[in-house]
């Protein structure tokens, strides 16, 4: 075989960007495209497989291989060597391809005759299109040179593919950004939406992957590469935190922007023909390629460091910013990688739903996204690759799924459950004003939980009793700094304006676990949920429970307070976290300042713990709030956060039950106000079922308040417990089985 230069593999470009300028069907250019490859490279074959859908990859074009085979031999995603450059995204190289590990010989190509064999991925930034192969009779090895030399066509290949150069008439290939793709993902909020895709991020789309002039490419990448540095530099000194992570994560930022190794592999797939923002995107998608196969976190922290640069340095280089000039669609489904929770809030309830590839149960986009009420599936791997700008997609919050590009039959169906989700909630604004009381005569208060301003408008408009959990880290979460004192009062005046007689239950901050607050360094603690959170930061450190407690007694402006304290694990902890909130109002009212016509002050109750804590603390709280999420995973040792155990257990369980019961009872002992404000309480079977038990008092998203009203205005309580007995007394583990088929008879 011939030696290939530099100046070979320059030729072999242009010659295949001249196949793009000519008109031709997308299978003449394939066609030629294969011929110019095998011929330049000096191989027998050269071939090219691309996607028919996620899993199959299919033999589109062939110079060397029997042509019947063409669009008839087809492979799953990791069956035979082409099957697994495509899974692994790497190259496989070998001078015997029969003796190869996981050789699968397909007759119909008469391909035995050949024994060496390279193939390379065709992908763009993280995004598998297919796989681009070359073979001999010769029974060698490619040099490091030639792998480099295909691995630069393939990236020319992805970008023409990209560019839909490959389409044709009726031809079922390389159908990139336009076939239906279902996401399985995890519930973040649950919800139905139809919309179009609007990319946080939107792609770069380079239109020139191959240089003319390397010269002039490579001056053009020293300029942005200037620029993103200074760029960097900048982001650096006008850091407003101080914060050691924030700064390390710039620090690294910094130093991808100024290696070597990066600059000098760049430089060298523009002297091999790729223009500069090609050669950004070939060395992106390697580093996506490691991405996926890296377990170590931090490693794959630093690759993600080495994208979000890459990203940079490509919109430089094309001038493609964060604003393409792109009009948001009407009903804007918002796709991210990761999104910060005040950038959320930014796009606020415009958005229909949220997609994220990242992203947890518990983040804080997460609750800014339950707080708006927005559908959001989290997990969605790899959408980021796939949607374009105003493609279709329904999300399915309720299943944690996701259509993109749907087919007509399934977006019709998807329409229908919209439409009856639509028809419930029109049905339950009707009970808006009348109040939770079952056949029975029992009146249940129905109370929402809130956080941001943003939850406001719901409580007029969820017909709530009042805001029975109000989770004040979120105001913390959505800012760098911490919030002023004065700041925070003028909040919590709002809030209280808002309700107008209606209680607030302000909570003060329960950061820690999953909670971090950007402006705090994250503890490194090897059970961070078990850890140091909530009011154990506060009694540790108080400065900030104090500061939050006198923003609360300013905002009272002489109206009841209503206060509780987050995760108390035993009687000591509720005294002193209470005594300094006492403390406070005595030294407002010293210092001539109106104090609070009346201060309640209760606890939360989300360890098993509280519920045996001594008599005397149940007649000292002035009320208790249950925290189910917290109190759930305690009590079944399952992590909320963790996909693989959080739904093992049910909430009706009879062990939880008893537990429950035996708080209700020692609360009505010493006739202590009691309310459950954890997510089962918006669930109607959970919510009825503790109704039953004896809660008066539940707290949920103000979305639950209509589907939960309606079913205990339909249902005897007192029946209700009946069946609850009996299913315990016949050893049933959970209640549910007994509860769902009486509630379906009734
Ligand atoms: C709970 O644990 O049930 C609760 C309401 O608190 P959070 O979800 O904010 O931890
Ligand atoms: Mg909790």
């Known amino acids: 075989m011939p030696e290939r230069t530099e100046s070979d593999s ?38 090219i497989y691309l996607f028919r859908d996620s899993e199959t990859l299919e033999l589109c074009a062939t110079e060397g291989l029997k042509a019947a085979s063409v669009h008839q031999t087809r492979l799953k995603l990791g069956e035979g060597l082409v099957g697994r450059v495509a899974r692994f995204g790497q190259p496989v190289n070998t001078g015997s391809a029969p003796a190869e590990r996981g050789f699968r010989y397909m007759p119909e190509t008469g ?156 430089e ?56 393409t000039g792109a009009e948001m669609p009407e009903n804007p489904v918002l ?64 299943q944690g799924l996701v259509h993109l590009r749907p087919e007509e039959t399934v977006a019709h169906a998807f329409r229908d459950k919209i439409a009856m989700q639509a028809e419930a909630q029109s049905s339950y604004a ?37 805001v029975g959990l109000f989770r004040t880290e979120l105001q913390f979460l959505i800012r760098n700094q911490v919030p002023r004192r004065g700041e925070l009062a003028a909040i919590y005046s709002r809030v209280m304006d808002a309700a107008g007689h209606r209680p607030v239950v302000f909570r003060t901050l329960d950061i820690g676990s999953d909670k971090v607050l950007p402006s705090m360094k994250p503890q490194d603690e090897p059970n961070p949920a078990m850890g140091w959170r909530a009011i154990r930061v506060g009694l540790d450190k108080p400065g900030i429970l104090r500061m939050q407690v006198q923003a609360l007694i300013r905002a009272a402006k002489g109206r009841p307070l209503t206060v509780m304290f987050p995760f108390i694990a035993n009687r000591g902890e509720f005294l002193t976290a209470r005594k300094i909130l006492t403390d406070e109002v005595l030294r407002e009212a010293a210092q001539g300042r109106t104090v609070p016509s009346q201060v309640e002050v209760g606890a939360m109750l989300e360890t098993p713990s509280l519920a045996f804590a001594p008599q005397e603390f149940f007649d000292e709280v002035d009320f208790i709030s249950i925290g189910g999420n917290d109190l759930k995973q305690f009590f079944f040792a399952a992590d909320r956060e963790n996909e693989r155990v959080r739904r093992r257990y049910d909430t009706l369980d009879t062990s939880f039950l008893a537990l429950l019961e035996q708080i209700i009872d020692r609360c009505a002992r010493s006739d202590t106000p009691l309310s459950f404000c954890g997510e089962d309480a918006g669930r109607p079977i959970e919510a009825v079922t503790f109704a039953a038990l004896g809660l008066r008092t539940l707290s949920m998203r103000p979305a639950s ?27 049933a583990e959970s209640a549910r089985a007994a509860v769902t088929g009486w509630l379906a008879r009734q």
Request: glycine letters at 8%; aromatic letters at 4%.
């Open 335 to 398: 796709v991210a990688r990761n999104i910060g929770p005040a950038e959320l809030l930014d796009y606020g309830r415009r958005l229909r739903g949220v997609v994220l590839e990242e992203g947890s149960v518990g983040s804080h986009a997460a609750i800014v996204a339950r707080a708006l009420a927005i559908p959001l599936v989290i997990h969605a791997q790899r959408i980021t690759s796939e949607a374009l700008n105003g493609d279709a997609i329904l999300v399915d919050g309720d």
């Open 430 to 466: 009707s009970l808006r004003e009348l109040p939770a009381v079952g056949t029975c005569g029992t009146h249940i208060a129905l109370f929402m939980n809130a956080g941001l301003m943003a939850d406001l408008p719901s409580l007029v408009g969820s017909g709530a009793d009042g």
């Open 705 to 731: 308040i209509g589907p939960v009203k309606h079913l205990i205005r339909r249902v005897n309580l007192l029946d209700l417990k009946d069946v609850i007995d009996e299913a315990r007394a016949s050893g």
């Open 268 to 323: 060298e797939d523009i002297a091999r023909g790729l223009s500069a923002e090609a050669a950004v995107e070939k060395e992106q998608s390697s580093a996506r390629a490691r991405l996926e196969q890296a377990s170590d976190p931090y490693l794959r922290d630093r690759l993600y460091d080495l994208d979000d640069l890459s990203n940079r340095l490509l919109r430089l280089l094309t001038g493609q910013g964060a604003d």
């Open 111 to 266: 391909e035995e005759i050949y024994s060496s064999f390279l193939g390379v991925p065709i992908q763009r930034v993280g995004e598998k299109l297919g796989v681009l192969v070359v073979q001999s009779r010769e029974a060698r090895q490619f040099s490091d040179d030639e792998v480099y030399g295909l691995e630069v066509v393939a990236m020319v290949l992805a970008e023409m593919a990209e560019l839909g150069a490959f389409l044709g008439e009726g031809e079922a290939m390389a159908r990139v950004h336009t076939r239906p793709v279902l996401f399985r993902g995890a519930t973040g909020q649950e919800g139905s939406a139809e919309g179009r895709v609007w990319l946080h991020e939107p792609r770069v789309v380079v239109t020139n992957p191959v240089g003319d002039d390397p010269e002039k490419e490579s001056a053009r990448l020293a300029v942005a590469v200037a620029e993103l540095r200074e760029a960097v530099d900048r982001m650096l000194a006008n850091a407003l935190s101080t914060d050691a992570d924030h700064l390390e994560v710039l620090e690294t930022y910094r130093m991808f922007a100024n290696s070597r190794g990066w600059m000098r592999r760049m």
């Open 10 to 47: 320059r030729k072999l470009l242009r010659r295949l960007r001249d196949t793009l300028a000519t008109p031709a069907k997308g299978q003449e250019r394939l066609d030629r495209i294969t011929r110019l490859i095998a011929h330049s490279m000096g191989t027998q074959v050269c071939s």
